[in-house]
């Protein structure tokens, strides 16, 4: 039986500079996607699925992260003098969640190698990857299943997500053919953000990946690709068209729900569902909704401003 996988990778060293300028002092995995942070969301999820070793690849003007994931003595003594014992434990989740290391990227050559900045902490060992601007429903299973199947198969597997040809332009896609297991597929090819109307497919890379520690020197070898980066979806599809020994690459068809928080209209939609689902905030968000979205016009009013019904 191979080891469990226990380490979880997560890239957050981008700029985030379509939140501009509320990311000029704020790293955009701090924004808030109804009240936690996008990053923990992700970190949940990494935990969920029996990963408590958590590596972040950061940047500069990331300072807000660590401190998000550490200890907060004086607030945590407020909070207890107080006897506000629900914010404690919602203050003190962030802290004991998991085992929290940090990297920083250096040059921001791109996802590839920002991958590769891992190499040191992973060891020889199989790890996932998690981008933190994809949220995916914890009602929903995709790493589990990523995990078992890589198990089962000690190959490198990867998340897919039918979606609109009109935006596979966005995101790597893939060729595949199918397996037995009706949500599994066998990925033929790779291309990292074909140009509009070229997709080969559909079937797009949505920011969940289990690696075997070959991609690092996959990785290495990679020259940069699309935007002149070092694209990790270049390195992947070097391993689905490689040697027999490599195990190819494999794709789980994700069919629940995922959030996308990386550009501002997804991340406004993020938190509308999200909210409208919460159990504390949902009722009386969704009373006052649907009156307000049955009565919106399809232009924005002159003046700009929106007023409640
Ligand atoms: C990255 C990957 C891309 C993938 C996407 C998923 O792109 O390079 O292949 O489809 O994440 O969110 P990014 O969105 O970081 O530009």
């Known amino acids: 039986m191979p080891r469990p996988i226990t380490k979880a990778v997560i890239p957050a060293a981008g700029m985030g500079t379509r939140f501009l300028p509320a990311t000029k002092a704020m790293p955009k995995e701090m924004l808030p996607v109804v009240d936690m942070p996008a990053i923990q969301y992700v970190v949940e999820e990494a935990v969920a699925a029996g990963l408590h070793d958590v590596l972040m690849i950061t940047g500069r003007n990331k300072t807000a992260l ?112 199918p397996t037995d297991d009706p949500d599994l597929v066998r990925i033929t090819s790779l291309v990292e953000k074909p140009a509009p109307g070229t997709a080969p497919s559909n079937l797009a890379v949505i920011g969940r990946y289990v690696l075997r520690p070959e991609i690092f020197d996959i990785l290495e070898a990679t020259p940069p690709g699309k935007g002149g980066e070092i694209q990790l979806t270049d390195a992947l599809q070097a391993l689905a068209t490689g040697p027999e020994w490599a195990g190819g690459v494999y794709g789980v068809v994700f ?55």
């Open 255 to 309: 069919r629940g729900r995922r959030y996308d928080t990386g550009d501002r209209l997804d991340y406004l939609k993020a938190i509308v569902q999200l909210a409208s689902d919460r159990d504390d905030l949902g009722p009386d968000f969704r009373a006052w909704l649907k009156p307000f979205a049955a009565g919106l016009s399809d232009t924005v009013p002159a003046d700009g401003m929106l007023t409640e019904p």
């Open 66 to 177: 660590e401190n998000h994931f550490d200890k907060v003595g004086e607030l945590e003594q407020a909070l207890l003098a107080k006897g506000d014992a629900e914010k404690l434990e919602k203050v003190r989740r962030s802290t004991d969640l998991a085992d929290v290391h940090y990297v920083r990227q250096g040059d921001p050559l791109g996802l590839g190698h920002a991958v590769l900045r891992a190499r040191m902490h992973v060891g020889d060992e199989p790890f996932a990857v998690l981008l933190g601007d994809d949220i995916i429903d914890s009602r929903d299973v995709l790493l589990a299943r990523m995990l078992e199947v890589q198990a089962q198969r000690n190959t490198t597997v990867i998340a897919l997500l039918e979606v609109d040809p009109s935006v596979a332009h966005q995101y790597g896609i893939a060729t595949v053919e």
